[in-house]
């Protein structure tokens, strides 16, 4: 006897409500038109009014929204939300330093770190992508696959969770522990460079989270062709990772360097818009011993950026299981930055902040992955352990 599935009453699944939290104005306007909560006369002066909710007040309920009519707020409950990504894991450095891994979607998570006493107060660490394409050697956080772009709402909800933790809800508060974005987490931003600098527009409103542009830096590894377009639409601040002076050493050490060589890098540095004594650029050079830092590799590196408003930060390299290198010696470091000191660039040796919960330069979210999975391996072992015992 065969039988047949009559699906054809069916009834679809409910389309799942649509977060505002990482919107644009203009986005926050038209999803309200669209969804007919409002007319399109008002869709302007609405969005405005919950974008200060969503982003000075940092509410994640509708409700709270006390200003909004009940009719009006009932409808927005029906086809939207605030809420925030699931935190999978919230852990915090004994030196103050707290991650987050977010999962913002059906297998895509993400890691932000935030670090206390960086910039003005303190910096988040954001990242643009799960994963990463560049493989640079030095670099853990590389070994992950890039899974996809994240959206801005994705970078956007980063900051929210931040400030969530540090209770920094209203934005204007004067004595605020959050003053900076770097955009130096997971992946390469200028491969996300239209939901980079949609996020950066959020982020930085002043009827919003309100961090000045100046306060937000985005990392990149080299990609030439987009950097005029970064400075030209988020005005926010450049960092190099750089790493080597030499072609030959930084194809090695990012491989990104074989596409867009030292010389048409540094080309384009020079013509990023803004640069200047007050807005300089950052070149980051990590550490690695009997690889790049010599002082013959500090004296290159003083011509190659001679002329460039700039500053450079020293990182000690972080060692990760089965890395390649070893962080050069604190003596070695030292010898380093005072060659650079004394050609008159600022170099300050970046100190390793959130070791301890693998929150440091470039040990983000393949080492949560690995914990997990570890733990999981040590779950489903003991029930055979415990019988062996028996």
Same mark, same amino acid.
């Given at each position: 006897?065969?039988?047949?599935?009559?699906?054809?009453?069916?009834? =679809?699944?409910?389309?799942?409500?649509?977060?505002?939290?990482?919107?644009?104005?203009?986005?926050?306007?038209?999803?309200?038109?669209?969804?007919?909560?409002?007319?399109?006369?008002?869709?302007?002066?609405?969005?405005?009014?919950?974008? !200060?909710? @969503?982003?000075?007040? &940092?509410?994640?309920?509708?409700?709270?929204?006390? /200003?909004? +009519?009940? /009719?009006?707020?009932?409808?927005?409950?029906?086809?939207?939300? *605030?809420?925030?990504?699931?935190?999978?894991?919230?852990?915090?450095?004994?030196? +103050?330093?707290?991650?987050?891994?977010?999962?913002?979607?059906?297998? @895509?998570? *993400?890691?932000?770190?935030?670090?206390?006493?960086?910039?003005?107060?303190?910096?988040?660490?954001?990242?643009?992508?799960?994963? %990463?394409?560049?493989? %640079?050697?030095? %670099?853990?956080?590389?070994?992950?696959?890039?899974?996809?772009?994240?959206?801005?709402?994705?970078?956007?909800?980063?900051?929210?969770?931040?400030?969530? /933790?540090?209770?920094?809800?209203?934005?204007?508060?004067?004595?605020? #522990?959050?003053?900076?974005?770097?955009?130096?987490?997971?992946?390469?931003?200028?491969?996300?460079?239209?939901?980079?600098?949609?996020?950066?527009?959020?982020?930085?409103?002043?009827?919003? @989270? &309100?961090?000045?542009?100046?306060?937000?830096?985005?990392?990149?590894?080299?990609?030439?062709?987009?950097?005029?377009?970064?400075?030209?639409?988020?005005?926010?601040?450049?960092?190099?990772?750089?790493?080597?002076? !030499?072609?030959?050493?930084?194809?090695?050490?990012?491989?990104?360097?074989?596409?867009?060589?030292?010389?048409?890098?540094?080309?384009?540095?020079?013509?990023?818009?803004?640069?200047?004594?007050? #807005?300089?650029?950052?070149?980051?050079?990590?550490?690695?011993?009997?690889?790049?830092?010599?002082?013959?590799?500090?004296?290159?590196?003083?011509?190659?950026?001679? &002329?460039?408003?700039? $500053?450079?930060?020293?990182?000690?390299?972080?060692?990760?299981?089965?890395?390649?290198?070893?962080?050069?010696?604190?003596?070695?470091?030292?010898?380093?930055?005072?060659?650079?000191?004394?050609?008159?660039?600022?170099? =300050?040796?970046?100190? =390793?902040?959130?070791?301890?919960?693998?929150?440091?330069?470039?040990?983000? $979210?393949?080492?949560?992955?690995?914990?997990?999975?570890?733990? #999981?391996?040590?779950?489903?072992?003991?029930?055979?352990?415990?019988?062996?015992?028996?």
């Amino acid at each position: 006897m065969t039988l047949t599935l009559d699906l054809s009453r069916a009834t =679809p699944a409910p389309a799942a409500p649509v977060n505002l939290s990482g919107m644009t104005r203009a986005e926050l306007a038209a999803a309200l038109v669209e969804a007919e909560v409002v007319e399109p006369r008002q869709a302007k002066m609405r969005a405005s009014q919950m974008w !200060r909710w @969503i982003h000075h007040f &940092g509410v994640t309920d509708f409700d709270r929204m006390t /200003d909004v +009519g009940k /009719d009006l707020r009932a409808k927005l409950i029906e086809h939207f939300t *605030v809420a925030r990504p699931e935190i999978i894991e919230r852990q915090v450095s004994s030196d +103050g330093t707290r991650k987050w891994l977010l999962r913002t979607a059906p297998g @895509i998570e *993400v890691e932000a770190v935030y670090i206390p006493d960086v910039g003005r107060a303190g910096a988040l660490c954001v990242s643009s992508q799960v994963g %990463c394409t560049l493989n %640079c050697t030095f %670099c853990h956080t590389g070994t992950q696959p890039l899974v996809r772009n994240l959206t801005a709402a994705e970078i956007v909800a980063q900051v929210q969770v931040c400030r969530d /933790d540090l209770e920094e809800w209203p934005s204007d508060k004067a004595d605020r #522990r959050l003053s900076n974005i770097v955009f130096m987490g997971m992946g390469e931003p200028l491969y996300n460079l239209d939901n980079v600098a949609a996020a950066i527009d959020i982020i930085s409103d002043n009827e919003g @989270i &309100g961090l000045s542009r100046r306060r937000i830096t985005v990392s990149t590894s080299g990609v030439t062709t987009q950097l005029q377009a970064l400075g030209t639409r988020t005005g926010a601040m450049l960092a190099i990772s750089l790493h080597a002076t !030499r072609n030959e050493l930084r194809n090695e050490l990012v491989p990104l360097n074989k596409k867009y060589d030292i010389a048409e890098l540094m080309a384009a540095v020079r013509a990023y818009p803004g640069l200047s004594n007050a #807005r300089r650029v950052t070149f980051e050079y990590v550490m690695l011993k009997g690889v790049n830092d010599t002082p013959q590799d500090a004296r290159e590196l003083v011509q190659l950026v001679k &002329g460039i408003p700039a $500053k450079i930060n020293l990182i000690p390299y972080n060692p990760w299981p089965g890395g390649l290198y070893e962080c050069s010696d604190w003596g070695t470091i030292e010898s380093f930055a005072a060659i650079l000191n004394r050609a008159g660039y600022a170099s =300050p040796i970046r100190t =390793p902040r959130g070791r301890d919960i693998l929150a440091a330069c470039g040990q983000l $979210k393949s080492e949560s992955e690995k914990l997990r999975a570890s733990a #999981r391996r040590k779950l489903a072992e003991a029930p055979s352990a415990e019988a062996a015992q028996d």
